[in-house]
């Protein structure tokens, strides 16, 4: 699904008069979420899930050119863990 798509989505179902506040909507809280996670903060949503940032382990990696053992930075990436209710209705049997 696109983020066209998801605002057409929202669209139908929230109380918002037009598409275009439905893509504005969809647009400022991708904006949000991002803005929130990259200054380091957890997003918590009840019965939806939680977007954090992880941190990976350093690593040691091999150059495929030389064969020497490099040491890898960590890197920074985001987490969503589903909430209970999310999950539940992803594994419900249909």
Do not use: C, H, Y
């Not at 989505?9 to 990259?38: C, D, M, P």
């Not at 899930?49 to 091999?62: A, L, P, Q, V, Y």
């Not at 050119?65 to 209705?89: N, Q, S, W």
């Amino acid at each position: 699904m696109t983020k066209k798509e998801f605002a057409k989505e929202l669209f139908k179902n929230s109380g918002l008069t037009t598409l275009t506040e439905a893509e504005r909507a969809t647009e400022a809280f991708i904006q949000t979420v991002k803005e929130q996670v990259a200054k380091g903060n957890t997003l918590f949503f009840r019965d939806f899930g939680i977007f954090s940032i992880k941190t990976s382990n350093r690593k040691e990696g091999r150059n495929p050119r030389t064969g020497e053992i490099i040491k890898l930075k960590p890197k920074k990436f985001v987490k969503f863990k589903a909430g209970k209710d999310f999950a539940r209705m992803l594994n419900e049997k249909r």
